[in-house]
């Protein structure tokens, strides 16, 4: 990615660089952004929330912006924050019978089945109509990602403050950005 990072860095009114991605991709791009001496903002996408993305990357990632749900950083959260005993205890249970950081991938299929399996509990049914109605009626659902309240018209359910966090990698581990 040097050629395309060349072009940006040249770039005075370049501020931030932001790169939406996963797997290795988003690990070079922020290798090559060190080795340029680039002087803007890299920001990534939640995609490289994982220590996996750190071992990549090194000293490389050192101050990159990462936005990621908070299962990531569940022990930095406030512990008046619901999310936070719901994740420390899905992380000691994962990492205890897989023996590796937990990923953000994990927590998205985690909360998706309970999300349904709950929205089955409350419809008393399996038919799909009837676990759509239950589930655009969720409401304070703790999860992994977030506290979710969907609605017919939001069937995401997270809003800015419970949901996804800005971090910020501080001497190989994550930090809340400020």
Do not use: C
């Not at 990534?44 to 000293?59: D, P, R, W």
């Not at 994962?94 to 349904?116: C, H, M, Q, R």
């Not at 655009?136 to 809003?159: A, C, I, Q």
Request: glycine share 6%; charged share 20%.
């Amino acid at each position: 990615m040097t050629a395309q990072l060349t072009k940006i860095k040249s770039n005075q009114n370049v501020q931030a660089v932001v790169n939406p991605g996963f797997g290795q991709g988003p690990a070079i791009v922020t290798k090559n952004f060190k080795q340029l001496g680039m002087k803007q903002l890299l920001v990534q996408s939640h995609g490289v929330a994982s220590k996996k993305f750190i071992e990549l990357t090194g000293n490389a990632s050192e101050g990159v912006i990462v936005a990621s749900p908070p299962v990531v950083i569940a022990s930095l959260l406030k512990d008046s924050n619901p999310i936070k005993n719901v994740a420390l205890n899905y992380i000691k249970e994962y990492e205890n019978k897989y023996n590796i950081p937990v990923s953000t991938f994990g927590a998205y299929a985690y909360d998706a089945l309970n999300l349904i399996v709950n929205a089955i509990k409350k419809a008393k049914s399996s038919k799909p109509k009837a676990i759509r109605d239950a589930l655009e009626n969720t409401r304070n659902y703790v999860g992994l990602n977030g506290v979710f309240n969907m609605s017919k018209t939001d069937h995401l359910g997270l809003d800015l403050n419970s949901g996804i966090k800005m971090l910020i990698i501080k001497n190989n581990d994550w930090a809340l950005a400020k």
